[in-house]
Nanobody
Framework: QVQLVESGGGLVQAGGSLRLSCAASESIFSINAMGWYRQAPGKQRELVARIMHGGITNYADSVKGRFTISRDNAKNTVNLQMNSLKPEDTGIYYC?????????WGQGTQVTVSS
């Protein structure tokens, strides 16, 4: 079972930046994909960004050009750098990992962007 621990959420003004981190309990080389979903109040959870085993990245249209996902292989960590934040980026951000035909989730971290 892959355990995921997130950090880095918080409150920021519009236009500001935050960096989320997700640490996995095993080598990320054994994980097919990792990424971030977010869920705003009253809305469905949506994919924000993901990074595949080979390094390919995908982003939601709403965050392209503002968010960057990356991984630190030595620390078994995936990071999400969020710049030019908007109030609509507010929500709970969940890290996930796909490994051995299962999806694992972190506990979630709150991101609040004030206008």
């Amino acid at each position: 079972q892959v355990q995921l621990v997130e950090s880095g959420g918080g409150l920021v003004q519009a236009g500001g930046s935050l960096r989320l981190s997700c640490a996995a309990s095993e080598s990320i080389f054994s994980i097919n994909a990792m990424g971030w979903y977010r869920q705003a109040p009253g809305k469905q959870r949506e994919l924000v960004a993901r990074i595949m085993h080979g390094g390919i990245t995908n982003y939601a249209d709403s965050v392209k050009g503002r968010f960057t996902i990356s991984r630190d292989n030595a620390k078994n960590t995936v990071n999400l750098q969020m710049n030019s934040l908007k109030p609509e980026d507010t929500g709970i951000y969940y890290c996930y990992a796909d490994a051995r035909l299962q999806r694992y989730w972190g506990q979630g971290t709150q991101v609040t962007v004030s206008s």
